[in-house]
């Protein structure tokens, strides 16, 4: 160990035995002289340490204080009937006992993340999904992730990871995801990844340039941290603010969205004229400068449409013009770009579509409320 760390944590540990003498006689007055890690008694030298989950003060004996194994998740020491991990770190009983620890239960919540993400914003946008691969790693694996050359884009996280590549005619985005995280802030990290997926595939290249990285940083943690109010995690949600890493944005972005609403934050972020939000001038947000609307394809693209006419009963592709910057696809009596929406007749009544997807041989679409998801394919001629 370097002096100079050796000697930082003497003096912190001087600092915390100064402020347990001065807080003992309380502490033993109000009849609590044990260990609140080993259960054992407090002795004359008592260290006050703070839980990083619950930001619960604990009252803590030296022998503890001094222990080598400090948990990975809450930070207190760890001296009993704790779990070790193969890259090195340690989780306390408490937090191993939701952790998400087997790579099957991790691909598994990843897959349920995403489901929840598509309910909870489907009026607004839509993940990546089919062009999605996730992967949980030990610590060394993801630290060894940072430092991958070549790709397009990556979002550094302490706790996860992306990577996006071009791949033949689109965009593939691989996820790592830190195994041994307690089961919501896997969730979290999750959320924010397809986050960063998301602005990829839909910021254009003038905005990706314009963006700061704080601004990114801090939309992604927004996202994660409205799925963990739909979700009542308050401990995630407490945490999420807590993180300096997008220095400030994320309390910025949370205040907009309560103020003018989650469409004109998302606006914002596509098309917005500053490059963070300004918490003295947050009004700016409104400030916007929208593309030119997109041409509509000639009539005879579509083809005529009797008003009259009975509408078919199903979803049915027509035709799609393949273009590698703004395809085109005709699903029953309607046009569709990328990620838009519009009503389509279906029998005797009417659904709303978002198109998520367009290839050259097929369609994915979502029903707008439902969040139900159809593949559509060309048919065979």
Known sequence: MPCTLARFKGVLRLGLFVLGILCAPDLLRAG??????????????????????????????????????????????????????????????????????????????????????????????????????????????????????????TCPNIWGYLRTQTNGDGLHHEISLLSGLPLDGFKSTCAHEYSHGWLHENLSAERKKTLSRDAVEGFCELIAFMLMDSQLEEGQKRLIKLNAYTRGQIDLFVEAEQLYG????????????DDRLRGDELGRIRRVEMPPPTVPPPQSLAGYTNPNAAAPGTLTLKAIFWQRQQSLAIINDQTFGLQQQADVRLGATTVTLRCLEIRKDGVRVQIVGTGLEQELALPER
Not at 262 to 271: A, S
């Open 32 to 153: 609590t002289n044990v260990c609140e890690i080993c259960g054992g008694p407090l002795g004359t030298e008592v260290f006050i340490l703070q839980d990083k989950v619950t930001m619960v003060r604990k009252r803590v004996c030296s022998d503890c204080e001094m222990s080598a194994a400090s948990c990975f998740v809450c930070g207190l020491p760890a001296r009993r009937n704790y779990t070790g991990l193969p890259d090195g770190r340690v989780l306390c009983e408490r937090d191993a006992a939701t952790a998400v620890l087997k790579e099957a239960d991790g691909l598994r919540l990843s897959r349920e993340t995403r489901q929840s993400l598509g309910r909870l914003f489907s009026r607004f946008l839509a993940f990546p999904e089919t062009n999605v691969s996730v992967t949980i790693v030990d610590r060394v694996n993801l630290q060894e992730q940072f430092r991958f050359p070549g790709n397009d884009y």
């Open 262 to 273: 989650f469409n004109e934050v998302l606006k914002w972020v596509k098309y917005g004229t």
